[in-house]
């Protein structure tokens, strides 16, 4: 099963900072990477998928880059509603994982 | 617009069984795969697994492989997850979840609110 390492666990940031979260693949996925956000008590809701395609919907200022096993999500000029976890998901091989995630807060 | 709601969730003892549900609505059923995902609380996302459009081909998390059974009725725009001898270690908020497109079919696109499960005696 591939492993998905991702950080850091917990970010505090200030409105209009840019944030960044690193993914590390423990193989090879291409660029078969997902980006979900979930806020508290909510359901995740998909943000990026294959690395860097942003959802239909979904915010510019939120982007992902990266192939292989090295991946990076970014937010630009946060916003308070980007009060969330973040996680990668992996879907390189049949049997999916997810990171860790990355819980970011304000200061 | 995409819906989809999760029920069937309670409280069990280790080794009983429970069959939860999905509903969906506001797409064409019948032609997308779906997932089922998991949380424990307070802890991360966990893929349980996954049935394709049709029923016919279905993949799971090595942990649930013999115990949990994924399957659909496509008349009934349900999914469903029958689980068997569960653990503590299954006590988790599960999600059903739809996939992005027919080619992408490990994409989670849309997901519903879940529904808790807690094993314990």
Redesign the interface.
């Known amino acids: 099963?591939i492993q998905m390492t991702q950080s850091p666990s917990s970010l505090s940031a200030s409105v209009g900072d840019t944030v960044t979260i690193t993914c590390q693949a423990s193989q090879d996925i291409n660029n078969?990477l997902?980006w979900?956000q979930?806020k508290p008590g909510?359901?995740?809701?998909?943000l990026i998928?294959?690395s860097s395609n942003l959802?239909t919907g979904v915010p510019s200022r939120f982007s992902g880059s990266g192939s292989g096993t090295d991946f990076t999500f970014t937010i630009s000029s946060l916003q308070p509603e980007d009060v969330a976890t973040y996680?990668c998901?992996q879907?390189g091989d049949?049997?999916?994982?997810?990171?860790?995630?990355t819980k970011m807060e304000l200061k | 617009q995409v819906q989809l709601g999760e029920s069937g969730g309670g409280v069990v003892q280790p080794g009983e069984s429970l069959t939860l549900s999905c509903a969906a609505s506001g797409f064409s059923f019948k032609n997308y795969g779906m997932?089922w995902?998991r949380q424990a609380p307070g802890k991360?996302?966990?893929?349980v697994a996954?049935v394709r459009f049709d029923g016919d081909n279905k993949?799971y998390?090595?942990s649930v492989k013999g115990r949990f059974t994924i399957s659909r009725d496509n008349s009934k725009n349900t999914l469903y997850l029958q689980m068997t001898s569960l653990r503590p270690e299954d006590t988790a908020v599960y999600?059903c979840a739809k996939i992005?497109s027919s080619r992408?079919w490990?994409?989670?696109?849309?997901?519903?609110?879940?529904t808790l499960v807690t094993v314990s005696s």
């Open positions: 099963d078969f997902s979900y979930q909510r359901a995740p809701k998909l998928y294959d959802e996680y998901q879907y049949l049997s999916l994982s997810f990171g860790g995630g | 997932h995902v991360g996302l966990e893929w996954f993949y998390q090595d999600y992005r992408q490990l994409i989670l696109a849309s997901w519903g609110q879940g």
